[in-house]
Every structure is written in structure tokens, then in C-alpha cells.
């Protein structure tokens, strides 16, 4: 198996997804990096009360992970499978960089750029990152989680009893239980730290390349 596909990969990169959208959410506007149906969802409800500039607030982080989405998929175009891993591990290493820049600006810093930056980079994750132990799965929002999860675990309790549905179901339990708690830890360091409190999401996403490569290597 791709170390990129492993639950441990996997729950680090759904913790750090979990804890960008408290730390944008808290932060930075009240808008969502990561889950774009959030954005989506306030984007339509504010345009039907005729709040348009509380609307065009959650465009700009939309255009962001389309854009981050449009990057990923250049990337892996004509890439080979090892070019895709490689491709995979660059977009990684920009998300950490982002973070750490980040991380060292004022908290006054105006809220636009930081949220263009990190709904790019999270876009370049989700692309990269689309798959654990062979299933399909974001790290950046949980909806479609949990509904594989809910899935597998019903088919997995049978009858007939399906181990590998229940496995599938209690790795994606897993995925969506990191999420839930990078959201908590998320919310509860940013309230302290604002801007460098995404020093966390940061190591955790370096713990998850490091495991990259050293799966890489072996």
C-alpha cells in the first residue's frame, strides 16, 4: 500500500483539515477553508436575504479551491505513479510552508489573503490526497466520511458478517472522529494564540510527510 493511503497519513491530514476550518471559521471572517459547502451553503442563504456583501465574503474562498483543484489535477495529468506520489508530497511541503508564513504574521493581518492561501493549499490536499486503504476520501471535509462509514458498518455487521466492510467502516469512523477533534483543538488554540496557532496543523502535517517518505523509502 501507498504510504499516502495508510489510516495514519489518512487521520493526521483529516486533524489538520478539521483544525484549518475552526482556525479560518474563528479567526479570519467566519468563512470556511476546507469545507466549501459551508461556503456554498452561507453564499446562497445570504444572497436570498439580499446580504450580498456577506455573500461575495465566501466567494473568494471558493475561486481559491477551485483554482488549488485546477493546480492538482496539472500536476497529476501525465504524471506516472511514482511522478504522482512526488506530486503529491510537493503539494504537502507548500501547505506546511503556507502554514509557517502564516504563522509569523501579525494577528491584524487582513483576512483575504490568509484564506485565498489556506483554501488553495487545502484543495491541493484534498487532490493529492484522495485515497486510504484503496477507498475514496477527503481530508478536508467529512460529509461524504461519514457516509461511508455509516455505509460500510452496515454492510460490514451483516447478515452476512463483511470484515473487510467492517474494517473499511471503522477506518472512515477513524477519519471522521480526527477530523471532529482537529475542528476542537482547532477552536480552542486559536482562541489563544490566533495566527500561530496554525504552528500545530503545521507539525501535523509534517509528521504525515515524514511518515511519507520514510514509507517511500522502504
Known amino acids: 500500500m501507498p ?9 493526521l491530514l483529516s486533524l489538520a483539515g478539521g483544525f484549518l476550518d475552526a482556525f479560518t471559521w474563528i479567526a479570519h471572517g467566519g468563512v470556511f477553508a476546507n469545507a466549501q459547502t459551508g461556503n456554498v451553503v452561507l453564499l446562497g442563504v445570504f444572497a436570498a436575504t439580499g446580504q450580498w456583501r ?12 477551485l483554482l488549488g483543484v485546477f ?8 504524471a506516472t505513479r511514482r511522478g504522482a506520489q512526488r506530486a503529491a ?20 493581518f487582513a483576512d483575504l489573503p490568509i484564506v485565498l492561501g489556506i483554501a488553495f493549499v487545502a484543495a491541493l490536499q484534498s487532490s ?28 460490514g455487521i451483516g447478515p452476512p458478517r463483511d470484515p473487510a466492510a467492517l474494517r473499511q467502516g471503522r477506518v472512515f469512523a477513524a477519519i471522521c472522529a480526527t477530523f471532529c477533534l ?3 483543538l482547532g477552536a480552542f488554540v486559536t ?28
Do not use: Q, W
Not at 477507498?135 to 460500510?152: D, F, I, K, P, Q
Not at 494564540?193 to 522502504?218: E, T
Open 3 to 11: 504510504p499516502e493511503e495508510t489510516l495514519r497519513v489518512a487521520s
Open 54 to 65: 456577506a455573500a461575495f465574503h465566501h466567494v473568494p474562498p471558493i475561486v481559491a479551491f
Open 71 to 78: 493546480v492538482a489535477h496539472r500536476l497529476r495529468r501525465h
Open 89 to 108: 508530497l510537493f503539494s504537502l511541503a507548500v501547505e506546511i510552508a503556507l502554514l509557517l508564513a502564516v504563522a509569523a504574521l501579525p494577528d491584524g
Open 128 to 155: 493529492s490526497f484522495a485515497r486510504v486503504e484503496g477507498a475514496a476520501y477527503s481530508s478536508v471535509m467529512t460529509t461524504g466520511n461519514l457516509r461511508r462509514a455509516a455505509e460500510a458498518l452496515f454492510t
Open 182 to 184: 482537529g475542528a476542537a
Open 191 to 218: 482562541a489563544r494564540y490566533a495566527n500561530a496557532a496554525v504552528l500545530v496543523p503545521a507539525c501535523v502535517l509534517g509528521v504525515a510527510l515524514v511518515l511519507c517518505l520514510l514509507g517511500g523509502r522502504r
